[in-house]
């Protein structure tokens, strides 16, 4: 049913090539606003992770039975009442938390990145691979919201973690910068998110160019062997 | 298509323009060490080092011939106005980080000398004080005078920061009896008085920096460096702004001429609002541009939290640059108005 290569793809897709962050650029609005520190910023990550999944699970099994008109209104419908469980959830778990993120946790129903899995794979594919498809679209959420925030968090006030006892009760936050670390507000602000996200997205930029040109350079060979001549294979 | 301005009309190049802006920066410079010490020149130092620096590792990695467009003194010039607007006994990172955002940030990241949609050195300003916005607001006191290897401990961390060295700017003092609105006083030159902040015509000391920041800009514009446009319509757009606020309360709003006088305004007029990158190219742009700085420089001023308003204004008239271009174009010759627009 699935095999081995379709998942490495799903894979690759979710976490790099199709990175909702940092490729199709979607769902930025929790994306900024969220990421001024890890433990915020990984927490929404998880929360909009599980709905991903369970969404896609559930259109995936109910795909042939939605009319293909009124498909986004349901969609909307079965994204919106997973996400009511996962407020209900944070909200009983994790209450601090819950009052932080605010309006952000109901809002991912309004995230693209919500919508467009399950529009553009889960409504297609079984619910195996929609699992997986949501699992590592997830993950990419995840990784870049959490490196976004750590990246705000240590620049902005030379910590990590901060308000990690809200999830784990006892932890502290680590000071990573020496304490007299002046701090510097702009990454903690709105435009240190836009400015730190540019940098993000330049640099897979520049990585996926780089491995694309490793590519191209391992496929004809080096330069250097035919200009020496010595070697009498031709290929 | 339309050809975009700015067209060529003389022998100016890069190099020699930003020689001379550097040359009209002198008389100010030399004014402004006079009244705090040396560590302006200090700052200056530092700044255009850090500008070099980061220029050349970013021409670098750009593949782009460093020795020749390190030569253009573009960089140096961003340095100084940086130098310039920072206060002088800001702590070496402080001055380092603000260069480091207008050269990397706001002039290589987006495409070098002549394609920056923002003021370097502004966006330099804006940036720390964001930041940093207790660093940014400690300006000397009035008549401190601190040897100069003290003043180089304060710059270089060694030695610790001293709330007493700093006071209140005249646009400090004038902006927080706006505030509290507790004036005893008729007018806030009286005020400024019994602060010992005022001068002859505007804040002692101050006055005659941005007296000499004045002179270097006529001369910027007797070389040809500069048009008059946008340092007149920010002139008078202050002035006019000033002059409103002041004759309907004397009282709470000081008089245009000091307005004129204090803060970053000279240095704002002659040398910021008239860069040839971010501003307008159009005489009548320049004008607009010119107009809506001063103005934004003023509102922001007096009723903004920030110390000065200088690098907002112009800022955000820089975003407007391109679309005031758009539609100041002057028409084209041979033609009818309604013709070249199109």
Known sequence: MMNKDTFKTIAADGLWRQNTGLVQILGLCPLLAISVNTVNAVMLALATLIVIVMSNVAIALLRRLIPHEIRIPVFILVVASLVTVVDLLFNAWFNELYVILGIFIPLIVTNCVVLA????????????????????????????????????????NGVLLSGIDMVMP?????QILPEDYPGFLLAALPPG????????????????????????ERQTPPVSRRATGESPVTS | MMLSSPHLREANSVPRIMRLVCVALLPGIAVYTAL???????????????????????LKMRALPV????GDHSALVTAWLIALTFPPLSPWWLTVTGVFFAIVVAKHLYGGLGQNPFNPAM???????IAFPALMSQW??????????????IVFGFSPRIDALTAATPLDAIKTALKTNALRVDNIQELLRSQNLYGTFAGRGWEWVTMTYLCGGAFLLLMGVITWHAPFAFVTSMAAAAAICWLIDP??????????????SMLGAFFIATDPVSGCSTPRGRLIFGCGAGLLAYLIRVFGVFPDGIAFAVLIMNICAPLIDHYTQPTVFGLRARESDT
């Open chain 1, 117 to 156: 899995r399950v529009e553009a794979f889960a409504s297609k594919n079984p619910p195996l691979a929609s699992a997986f498809d949501g699992i590592f679209m997830g993950l990419g959420v995840l990784w870049t919201l959490a490196l976004l925030g750590v990246l705000r968090e240590l620049i902005g």
């Open chain 2, 36 to 58: 705090i010490g040396p560590a302006v020149l200090t700052q200056i130092f530092l700044a255009s080092v850090a500008a070099l620096f980061f220029e050349a590792a970013m």
């Open chain 2, 251 to 264: 009282s709470r709003f000081s008089d245009p001429l000091f307005h004129l006088f204090s803060g970053g």
């Open chain 1, 170 to 174: 006892g932890a502290h936050a680590l």
């Open chain 2, 123 to 129: 966006v330099a300003f804006a940036v720390c004080i």
């Open chain 2, 67 to 70: 020795r020749r467009f390190l």
């Open chain 2, 140 to 153: 000397p006191a009035q008549g401190l005078t601190l040897p100069f290897e003290q003043q180089l401990e």
């Open chain 1, 193 to 216: 998110a836009f400015i730190m996200l540019g940098c993000l997205i330049a640099g897979k930029n520049w990585l996926s160019e780089r491995g694309k040109r490793k590519a191209k």
